[in-house]
């Protein structure tokens, strides 16, 4: 049995963004904080320069990289710069936020006080205020406060990530990170730049991009059962080329269960289950007949259902034909390829399991062997198969185990 899955929908609510921006250089107190609305104190619009106390053109000044009347990307992270003088503080807030520490943009003084640089990058469609103190070598003062605003970026100039695994799942050896953009990348390298993975124990692992709009990541090895994981998708207005931008940064943790790994010889018409090393049972099966012959290669478990339809219209078996079938209730499903391939409770079979390929390619057991199957396995759990003329490839679901770990290489972006 088989079905093609559905499309996932692109979310409905989008950030703004972009960026064209007037930067407000405003006037700096000397000596001392000035009250709003007092001696020297500033308003939008108003222009001035640094001032240090007691000086009328002193040396000590503070410089950004945000210029007034000059557009601003939203890849840019803002610079401060301090002469003559040491920084003390930086602040860059949105204005009118909710909070003075709502979407704040954090950022790090040098050691030495002459510059600060920010961690993030900007959000599209977001008026700023960027404060800075430092002080002279006598002590005194200097501020500036800078103001400037971004422009909003359409639909279609911002990509979002969707993420597999979901945060906190627990998953098999073989579950690659998969990352799916809703508008094509056409800089890979830029945004690979911001992606990352830590795995806890430390494993080699590469990135490999499938299109402009999904890139996995996978280890040279199956997982070792344990491993933590942390996933870094740092993509927030970090530029994807052709003038689109990274919509959202997201972040996800991960845990490896046991190692699962069922091997299928669709010669013998046996599945051998291991956990762990140990060989638990040796199933009987089915797989394809012939014009329906099962893909050999490396699968991943992509999802499960206790109960699916499974309709040959999805997979272009016509209805009325003599191949069609629309079975409301198959059992104990675990789904191996886009294009249909599942294990699944086939009781119509049990007289062939073991000994014929009678199925439209799937993967059929009794009911009570599928059930108990279904039972211990998860996502990421791999099923490895043997013995048919027609191989898996990269794209057909978590196909990512199908090429040597030299060629999954080359998929990166970054070499």
Known sequence: ?????????????????????????????????????????????????????????????????????????????????????????????????????????????????????????????????????????????????????????????????????????????????VVTFDVPVTDRASIEEHLSVDARPEQPGTWHWLSSTEVHYRPKTYWKPGTEVSVDVDVNSVPAGDGVYGQLSRRIDFTVGDAHVYRVDARSHQMKVFSNGKLLRTLPVTTGKPGFTTRSGTKVIIEKFDVKRMNSETVGIAAGSAEAYDIHDVQWAMRLTYSGEFIHAAPWSVGSQGYANVSHGCTGLSTADAGWLYAMSRRGDVVEYVGTDRQMTLDNGFGDWNASWADYRKGSALG
């Open 1 to 177: 049995m088989s079905e093609r899955p559905a499309r996932t929908p692109r979310p409905h609510a989008r950030r703004g963004a972009a960026l064209a921006v007037l930067a407000v250089s405003l006037p700096l107190l000397a000596a001392c904080d000035g009250a709003a609305g007092g001696p020297g104190a500033v308003g939008p619009g108003d222009a001035g320069t640094t001032a240090v106390a007691g000086e009328s053109t002193p040396d000590a000044r503070i410089a950004t990289n945000v210029r007034s009347g000059r557009p601003v990307p939203v890849d840019r992270l803002v610079e401060v710069t301090a002469s003559d003088a040491v920084l003390r503080s930086v602040r860059l807030t949105p204005v009118g936020g909710p909070t003075e520490e709502a979407g704040r943009v954090r950022g790090t003084i040098a050691e030495d006080g002459s510059a600060w640089q920010a961690e993030d990058r900007l959000e599209p469609g977001t008026a700023y205020v960027l404060q800075a103190r430092a002080e002279d070598a006598d002590g005194d003062r200097v501020r500036q406060a800078t103001r400037f605003r971004t422009v909003d970026l359409t639909l279609d100039q911002q990509t979002y990530p969707s993420l597999a695994p979901l945060d906190g799942e627990t998953v098999g050896v073989g579950m690659p990170v």
